[in-house]
């Protein structure tokens, strides 16, 4: 791997934690390296740092006299996937899971661009503390990708230990342009719910499957049934993804097993249309076990939710002329089926939300787009996020998301000097 010199300031600096991140990456609750070079980077910028909140989450107050509390917050945890990206500094890192299962880790979702870019901003706001007033309240989450990091911090008392901020800000990467930003006002990013699924048959020798109950065929009967849901079960106007991720029967060809299991992801923006999703779900798993002679209905557990992003659509529209200000084009992207926990950290301090989308994709394939369409046509061409070939444009897309990161946090904090 390329060893990369350390410049003491400037943007390379954070090229280069960047490029650091992403060849390091740690799975949810382990990112015990990440927030230990957090925890020195904001100790040198002079902020005030505290760490173990949430097992692996950072915390960072930058106090500049009175006035409010702005929240900045970046998710660090990585996924298990094996980067196919080419990259000099893409990651070679694995892990081995409790079950003994070793899996490859890559920063397929931008969260080391996260980081980068929040370090970044929080290092130009401590350069110019006497031009605002208020506090800097930089939250660096773990586990994001589980859904459970924002409650975890929450659970270990974030805002006892700390004042609640007036307002969360964050940003995320997408696929769009560098330099474009995306921001959507109301429902912004669909609330998660991740179901287990456990058909249970009668397992036997492969070359006898008379003497069964298969519950490979049942799962494939389900998984199919299961996709019916969006397209015969709701309006055309709702808006909602059901996704069977994970298939998990048997060890060998030739036994067949006495039980399949299933991974699902529910997406949804309006609760209504999440109750009749999950209320199917449970309806077609025991329909397709009781057509196949099952001897116990399937287990249906719901694993983990996250509610929706709601933006404030005040605090968007105070925010908006600032992110306008320093990207190259600012759009409404419409409602996005990805979800986020950092709602959560909004909510539990009865504050506002503002959360965008960050470009990261080369400009250049982009060449001549004018319209929000022509965008979205080219996108569809690009690695999406938690592809192993997901990899950001490094430039403009750190300074981008530095600039909106600071100017964001500017509306919301009083100019002039601070009081002595």
Not at 162 to 167: M, Q
Request: glycine share 10%; with cysteine; proline share 7%.
């Amino acid at each position: 791997m390329t060893v990369h010199t350390n410049p003491a300031t400037g943007v390379e600096r954070w090229e280069h934690l960047y490029r650091d991140l992403h060849a390091h990456p740690e799975l949810a609750f382990t990112e015990t390296r990440t927030a230990a070079l957090v925890a020195a980077t904001m100790t040198e910028l002079g902020f005030d740092v505290t760490t173990g909140i949430g097992r692996t989450g950072v915390v960072a107050l930058l106090r500049n006299g009175p006035g409010p509390t702005v929240a900045l917050r970046a998710d660090t945890d990585a996924l298990p996937v094996a980067e196919d990206t080419g990259l000099p500094y893409a990651s070679t890192a694995t892990t081995t899971g409790a079950d003994g299962t070793q899996s490859a880790l890559m920063h397929a979702c931008g969260h080391d661009m996260h980081v980068a870019c929040l370090i970044g901003a929080c290092e130009q706001l401590a350069a110019t503390t006497d031009t605002w007033s208020g506090t800097i309240m930089a939250v660096f989450q773990p586990a994001e990708e589980t859904g459970t990091g924002a409650a975890a911090m929450l659970d270990d008392g974030l805002y006892t230990k700390f004042e609640p901020p007036t307002v969360v800000l964050g940003q995320h990467l997408a696929p769009l342009p560098a330099g474009v930003i995306g921001l959507h006002p109301g429902p912004a990013f669909a609330a998660s719910d991740t179901l287990r699924i456990t058909l249970h048959g009668r397992g036997a020798h492969g070359s006898r499957p008379e003497t069964s109950i298969d519950p490979v065929v049942m799962a494939a009967a389900t998984i199919l049934r299961l996709q019916s849901i969006v397209s015969r079960e709701l309006a055309s106007r709702d808006s909602a993804v059901v996704t069977v991720g994970a298939v998990r029967a048997g060890t060998v060809a030739n036994v067949i097993p006495d039980r399949a299991e299933l991974g699902l992801s529910v997406r949804t923006s309006d609760p209504k249309v999440r109750d009749t999703i999950l209320a199917a779900v449970q309806r077609i798993a025991r329909g397709e076990a009781a057509a196949a002679g099952a001897p116990r209905d399937p287990d249906v557990e719901l694993t983990g939710s996250t509610p929706a992003v709601i933006n404030d659509t005040e605090a968007c529209e105070r925010t908006k002329a600032a992110l306008a200000g320093v990207s190259a084009m600012l759009v409404d992207p419409g409602p996005v089926t990805g979800s986020e926990d950092v709602g959560m950290l909004a909510t539990a301090a009865g504050a506002p939300c503002v959360y965008w989308l960050l470009g990261c994709a080369d400009p250049a394939l982009f060449a001549g787009a004018t319209t929000v369409t022509e965008i979205q046509t080219r996108i569809l061409d690009l690695p999406s996020n938690h592809s192993p070939h997901f990899a950001p444009v490094i430039q403009p897309t750190l300074s981008h998301g530095i600039a909106a990161l600071t100017a964001a946090a500017r509306t919301w904090l009083p100019t002039g000097q601070p009081a002595q």
